[in-house]
């Protein structure tokens, strides 16, 4: 009877060791980026906060981020394993965090020489609804660049061992339709590099856009999600939740249909680019996929420069990955760039060009509603214009009316 009570209490000590010493056996120093043991050494933006947190995953030590905002720090690389290969050996990293239970998402930016002002800066974006420690493991081709560069471990992009920095949070203020971003917090540990790290790149077909247009013909409940940025949410608009175009193309859909079990649904951001869509793909996500999303943006892409080759790469990275992460249940409306006032109104030209030819090369179906405001001619678009850059209520019903086209074909 002794032996039996020796051996239950042995069974109930294994069970009841601290899950901080089980996943400090996780750690592995030689490939360590960032051990989080000391919150000295970092620089703050916009509000961040960096603190010591309550209990860490591995160590002693981890850090608690709170935003929004951003902070960052020098880190020390990481040694190559194999030199003569492209990622030096690694497939990816892995990384702890606890979140604070919120819908919100956080995000760490790997950078090369400087955290800001330099490109080969590269970003995460993970949920935070789970409030214990849970180890993400992530391949480099998950991670979307802050620049117009290729990614980790490519032909062009950086290898691991340039990440010379690391950033956490990143410069957005505001979500969907500008909304302020709401506050958020989680805390964060042991960031290292793993030379083993699965990652599925089989993109599976996409939902047909036909299979959309019976479901309302049928009157069957469909859901509908547009993407983009200040154009699609709204921006200079003086009543936004009702004159933006995904708004308008509700009512009109539920008129020209006769039911109203369909749901059109803006989760659009001021300023984004389609490298910060490509990052939001979770977020924007989130839940169940919708049956169709529509997809414009290009004009702030255009600010920075992009080059045109890089506007399709990114796009087409950006259908991709869509298409994986709603395992082919949504259908993609690509919409041409529309053109802008004054100069915009002909360098916005040569991105609508790409979308029509990305329609094309991928069999998608396009709402050429860019043809529509250059048939306008450059003085007559003012007009449809608040601004250089935001149509104004009549341009949206421009645009709400091109896309309930689209789906009426």
Not at 3 to 28: C, E, G, H, W, Y
Not at 78 to 102: A, C, H, M, Q, R
Request: charged fraction near 25%; glycine fraction near 8%.
């Amino acid at each position: 009877m002794k032996r039996i009570v020796i051996f239950v209490l042995s069974i109930l000590s294994i069970m009841s060791i601290p899950s901080t010493a089980l996943k400090a056996q996780d750690a592995n120093p030689n490939a360590t980026l960032e051990d989080f043991e000391s919150v000295s050494g970092w620089e703050k933006q916009n509000g961040a906060q960096v603190e010591a947190a309550d209990s860490a995953s591995a160590g002693k030590g981890a850090v608690k981020f709170s935003g929004p905002g951003l902070a960052f720090k020098k880190v020390k690389g990481v040694k190559t394993l194999k030199p003569d290969s492209l990622n030096d050996g690694y497939e990816g990293i892995s990384f702890w965090v606890k979140g604070d239970g919120s819908d919100t998402y956080g995000t760490i930016v790997l950078c090369g020489q400087h955290p800001l002002w330099f490109p080969f800066k590269y970003a995460y974006s993970f949920p935070l609804k789970d409030t214990e420690w849970k180890k993400i493991v992530v391949p480099w081709d998950k991670f979307v660049p802050e620049d117009p560069v290729y990614p980790i471990g490519t032909t062009g992009g950086m290898p691991p061992s340039g990440i010379q920095n690391l950033k956490i949070g990143n410069k957005w203020n505001i979500y969907f339709n500008n909304k302020p971003m709401p506050k958020f917090s989680f805390c964060i540990d042991q960031i290292q590099f793993e030379e083993k790290v699965p990652s599925d790149k089989n993109t599976p077909k996409l939902k047909s856009f036909e299979d959309v247009q019976k479901l309302l013909k049928d009157k069957k409940p469909v859901n509908i999600l547009c993407l983009g940025d200040s154009i699609t949410a709204g921006t200079s608009l003086k009543s936004p939740d009702t004159e933006r175009y995904a708004q308008v193309l509700e009512k009109l859909l539920r008129k020209q249909y006769g039911y109203d079990q369909i749901t059109v649904v803006s989760k659009a951001v001021g300023g984004a680019q389609g490298n910060d869509l490509r990052l939001w793909l979770d977020r924007d996500f989130a839940g169940n996929p919708p049956d169709l999303v529509t997809l414009m943006y290009g004009y702030n892409d255009k600010t920075w420069g992009y080059s045109k080759e890089y506007f399709t790469y990114s796009m087409n990275d950006y259908i991709e990955r869509i298409a994986r992460k709603t395992n082919g249940a949504t259908s993609i409306l690509l919409i041409s760039t529309i053109p802008g006032k004054n100069e915009r109104f002909f360098m916005m030209d040569d991105y609508a060009e790409c979308v029509r030819a990305i329609a094309k090369e991928r069999g998608l179906p396009l709402c050429d509603v860019s043809k529509d405001f250059k048939a306008f001619g450059r003085e007559g678009i003012e007009a449809y214009m608040a601004d250089q850059a935001h149509p104004n209520a009549k341009g949206h019903e421009v645009m709400a009316n091109a896309i309930a086209g689209a789906l009426g074909k």
